[in-house]
């Protein structure tokens, strides 16, 4: 097991009809800027329990943040934010809103230049705007950590940011908002979640069999539950253990002590910049040619992977390895997503030439848990999910 | 799944030769109170380290804590933070040390008449005097939870006290510390962070299906290290395996969500007022008779457990359950741990009664998961723990 630092103060309020909860995490002279996307908050009335619970408190309100949170929308907010003293943030939605809602507890007191800076130079916020979360949508686990990544529209860019001081004071889950999701955002968010896991956990054995363990409890909790989400979204035994694994995926601890991998959403990104491709479904196109590609480094987690998440039992350890990413890509095509990029877009010609390009430019040279993947085998994995 | 509230703010610093890091954590204008217990850890070396880290700190001692913390003792502690005007309680030792450290944080600012007020009545702490650890024996995980149980032997009581602001602000856990404590104090610490998953797993279903395979992923990880931590503790990933996991057994995690049983714990606690047995092997001695006692209500998860846990395949539900108890106590067993109070003591009998008359009297009058735990009940379960 690696040395580690793990902290993650973040209060969760988790269950069944506690959005009215908001008006007990959130201080009584606090001016509330409400953050929320694209409106279907005022369909499926989770905009009305938070409005009617915040009824004694200062609210102002910024709807219309988009899914891969736009940097220019984002100044926009900004400038709310200053010109009426807000003094916290309530983000209302999943990970785009919560993302973005990141993005300007750290900008809103950022001292530099432009808050560009933040993203461009990935600057570590240690201290931002105070703000909380009442999660729609299961998916990222920004709900419960510390990064976001923001989309630049003009330059096609996604990028990270992070800090300790990011961390939501608190996040309401009621799994029963996933009840009027639609489909393919509940496909995206169980693909999304099971990506996140496989992203700290598909690497090489350093003897951590604790977070092991956990990381294949959260996989095989995902692939027990997914048909059952779709088909029925009201079922609360689903709901619940979807929303559970979906913030436990990411909120640092199975990543404590162990090597990482992250190259499938780098990858994955660059997809969603260039073609607006759905995030989680770049990375079920990404991650069978990643593993593939990068076989003999990760098949001693492959086959650990097959035998426990699986049950693959028969089979030489390569049999099962590669079992494991047929098992993976299976789970992907079951929800209903895509896993190769021509099923998208008919121009993919040139596209991993065009990504490690990219790559190349921004310095980004080394990719993945052994540091070692550059470029052009970053265009040979692109290649092979063509 | 139940609903939950969860939050943890303890920093984890995890990892070989990180004691030095407890310069890091602590405010360097702060006057620090360093407690430890019989002094062990002038022996193996951990003192020393801790010492030069804080050369440039203010630091009083107080040694002495002894496992069990007794209150007594821990008064004479509260004079000297009172005394030497100390900001900052640093508790270098295992659950006893910190357990003490908690009431002594609790009690440094509590304004009541007294503060056996704070146990007598389990007040709950919202803010105490800030603290952190530096643990030396894995175990208890009161190294990042916010409760801790002290012992007056004046009246053998033992009780239970907490509030959100007894979590440590942080704990530095050196997996290496593990090497010179003697294999009954190993033995002692794998069988209590056994039976804290268990207390928060041997229930009933309630549909949380990723707590329960977190759960069962500590109890695999114990199982596995078990016999390489008592053979060798030098061996360092049997023996951070097995720090991590007495931490994830008791940090409020698993329990988030599912009913909690916790009648082992206040039956043994009774023992160890009475003849001094070591709190684990009071756990050992409990449990078996306690789930065979409470088979019905708890055959589900018993069964649950020896499929998952033990791989037991073959039999009935009834079965199963019946021989994940026995599996259970061979486990202990196997530790070098009797299960049988007779093991123990001679003058056994009239036990039972006695604690029945002591739980009648303190009013505990239904224990367990199901609340229906009366102390005609816990009469019987002692008696078939003889």
Redesign the interface.
């Given at each position: 097991?690696?040395?580690?630092?793990?902290?993650?103060?973040?209060?969760?309020?988790?269950?069944?009809d506690?959005i009215a909860k908001v008006k007990e995490e959130i201080p009584k002279d606090a001016k509330v800027l409400l953050l929320f996307g694209g409106g279907s908050i005022k369909k499926n009335g989770i905009y009305d329990q938070v409005k009617t619970a915040l009824t004694d408190f200062d609210v102002v309100e910024f709807g219309g943040i988009p899914a891969n949170p736009e940097y220019a929308i984002l100044l926009e907010a900004l400038e709310v934010i200053k010109n009426e003293n807000i003094t916290y943030l309530l983000a209302v939605g999943g990970g785009s809103v919560i993302d973005g809602t990141k993005f300007l507890s750290a900008a809103a007191i950022y001292q530099g230049k432009t808050p560009w800076d933040i993203l461009a130079n990935n600057v570590r916020t240690e201290v931002g705007m105070p703000f909380g979360t009442v999660l729609t949508l299961p998916a990222t686990g920004s709900e419960m950590n510390s990064g976001a990544v923001i989309t630049r529209a003009e330059t096609k860019e996604k990028l990270a940011m992070g800090g300790p001081g990011l961390f939501p004071q608190f996040s309401i889950l009621d799994?029963q908002v996933i009840a009027s999701i639609p489909k393919r955002q509940l496909a995206n968010g169980l693909a999304d979640a099971f990506t996140h896991v496989l992203e700290q956990y598909m690497t090489y054995p350093v003897?951590?069999?604790?977070?092991d363990?956990?990381a294949?409890?959260?996989l095989?909790?995902l692939i027990?539950?997914a048909p059952k989400v779709i088909k029925d979204p009201t079922n609360?035994?689903a709901a619940?253990?979807f929303v559970?694994?979906c913030t436990?995926a990411l909120n640092g601890l199975i990543q404590?002590?162990v090597p990482t991998d992250w190259a499938v959403h780098a990858m994955g990104h660059e997809l969603t910049a260039l073609y607006g491709i759905d995030h989680a479904r770049t990375l079920a196109i990404i991650t069978p040619s990643h593993y593939k590609f990068n076989f003999d480094a990760k098949k001693q987690k492959l086959a650990q992977y097959a035998e426990r998440v699986w049950k693959i039992k028969k089979g030489s350890k390569n049999d099962k390895a590669f079992d494991a990413i047929e098992k993976t890509e299976n789970f992907f095509k079951e929800l209903g997503i895509d896993t190769k990029l021509s099923n998208y877009t008919d121009e993919y010609e040139g596209t991993a030439e065009k990504i490690a390009k990219r790559f190349t430019d921004r310095g980004w040279l080394t990719l993945g848990e052994h540091n070692n993947l550059s470029p052009d085998k970053i265009e040979k994995i692109i290649k092979m999910a063509y």
């Amino acid at each position: 097991m690696n040395n580690f630092e793990f902290k993650n103060p973040t209060k969760i309020v988790f269950g069944k009809d506690t959005i009215a909860k908001v008006k007990e995490e959130i201080p009584k002279d606090a001016k509330v800027l409400l953050l929320f996307g694209g409106g279907s908050i005022k369909k499926n009335g989770i905009y009305d329990q938070v409005k009617t619970a915040l009824t004694d408190f200062d609210v102002v309100e910024f709807g219309g943040i988009p899914a891969n949170p736009e940097y220019a929308i984002l100044l926009e907010a900004l400038e709310v934010i200053k010109n009426e003293n807000i003094t916290y943030l309530l983000a209302v939605g999943g990970g785009s809103v919560i993302d973005g809602t990141k993005f300007l507890s750290a900008a809103a007191i950022y001292q530099g230049k432009t808050p560009w800076d933040i993203l461009a130079n990935n600057v570590r916020t240690e201290v931002g705007m105070p703000f909380g979360t009442v999660l729609t949508l299961p998916a990222t686990g920004s709900e419960m950590n510390s990064g976001a990544v923001i989309t630049r529209a003009e330059t096609k860019e996604k990028l990270a940011m992070g800090g300790p001081g990011l961390f939501p004071q608190f996040s309401i889950l009621d799994p029963q908002v996933i009840a009027s999701i639609p489909k393919r955002q509940l496909a995206n968010g169980l693909a999304d979640a099971f990506t996140h896991v496989l992203e700290q956990y598909m690497t090489y054995p350093v003897g951590a069999m604790l977070q092991d363990r956990f990381a294949e409890s959260i996989l095989q909790t995902l692939i027990k539950v997914a048909p059952k989400v779709i088909k029925d979204p009201t079922n609360y035994k689903a709901a619940s253990n979807f929303v559970w694994s979906c913030t436990m995926a990411l909120n640092g601890l199975i990543q404590k002590g162990v090597p990482t991998d992250w190259a499938v959403h780098a990858m994955g990104h660059e997809l969603t910049a260039l073609y607006g491709i759905d995030h989680a479904r770049t990375l079920a196109i990404i991650t069978p040619s990643h593993y593939k590609f990068n076989f003999d480094a990760k098949k001693q987690k492959l086959a650990q992977y097959a035998e426990r998440v699986w049950k693959i039992k028969k089979g030489s350890k390569n049999d099962k390895a590669f079992d494991a990413i047929e098992k993976t890509e299976n789970f992907f095509k079951e929800l209903g997503i895509d896993t190769k990029l021509s099923n998208y877009t008919d121009e993919y010609e040139g596209t991993a030439e065009k990504i490690a390009k990219r790559f190349t430019d921004r310095g980004w040279l080394t990719l993945g848990e052994h540091n070692n993947l550059s470029p052009d085998k970053i265009e040979k994995i692109i290649k092979m999910a063509y």
